[in-house]
T-cell receptor, first 112, second 116 residues
Framework: KQEVTQIPAALSVPEGENLVLNCSFT??????LQWFRQDPGKGLTSLLL?????REQTSGRLNASLDKSSGRSTLYIAASQPGDSATYLC???????????FGSGTQLTVLP | GAGVSQTPSNKVTEKGKYVELRCDPI?????LYWYRQSLGQGPEFLIY????????DSGLPNDRFFAVRPEGSVSTLKIQRTERGDSAVYLC??????????????FGPGTRLTVL
């Protein structure tokens, strides 16, 4: 059974810092990995999707990498802003059931 | 175009009652998923539809939960004899059916269910 772990559970940084969020998964037979953002009381916004054949994806200040063999992904946020404060969720799409398995998220606070 | 919509946004019910939660996927998306998210946790898979049929319902916790998608578009999640432990945010997602690993899921805002 696929399991996804995100470290740290919470992170607080001053505005302007570059930061890295970590995600690990136990079964490397994945189709893709998605990073999501969730604001309090809201749904999930897809940030980046990395297919299993890719190593990284970039969108603006965000860069996500994937090392499928080691079961790891990182989300790099450059020049963080208070508006980046949210919970960031990592999810892998795998298995014959074709479902997303989520981590518990990293709650990010960027202090002005 | 419009994203995934879910109604109601909030539902408060009493223990033992029946509830229905509705999901309108993005037009043209053939795959539809239901997830449940408890406080402080990531969403957990409930059921997956490809077209009108439930391709995988292995995540439904028990037989009080049932979902339908009769015309391959709108889906309804039905919960009978609700229990306090059913309180959670119920999320719906849709995706186009694409080959390979490009199966990006787009989520609705969720329905927050509270069972008193």
């Amino acid at each position: 059974k696929q399991e996804v772990t995100q470290i740290p559970a919470a992170l607080s940084v001053p505005e302007g810092e570059n930061l890295v969020l970590n995600c690990s998964f136990t079964d490397s037979a994945i189709y893709n990995l998605q990073w999501f953002r969730q604001d309090p009381g809201k749904g999930l916004t897809s940030l980046l999707l990395i297919q299993s054949s890719q190593r990284e994806q970039t969108s603006g200040r965000l860069n996500a990498s994937l090392d499928k063999s080691s079961g790891r992904s990182t989300l790099y946020i450059a020049a963080s802003q208070p508006g980046d404060s949210a919970t960031y969720l990592c999810a892998v799409f795998s298995g014959s059931a074709r479902q997303l398995t989520f981590g518990s998220g990293t709650q990010l606070t960027v202090l002005p | 175009g419009a994203g995934v919509s879910q109604t109601p946004s909030n539902k408060v019910t009493e223990k033992g009652k029946y509830v229905e939660l509705r999901c309108d996927p993005i037009s043209g998306h053939t795959a539809l998923y239901w997830y449940r998210q408890s406080l402080g946790q990531g969403p957990e898979f409930l059921i997956y539809f490809q077209g009108t049929g439930a391709a995988d319902d292995s995540g439904l916790p028990n037989d009080r939960f049932f979902a339908v998608r009769p015309e391959g578009s709108v889906s309804t999640l039905k919960i009978q004899r609700t229990e306090r432990g059913d309180s959670a945010v119920y999320l719906c997602a849709s995706s186009p059916r694409l080959a390979g690993g490009l199966n990006e899921q787009f989520f609705g805002p969720g329905t927050r269910l509270t069972v008193l």
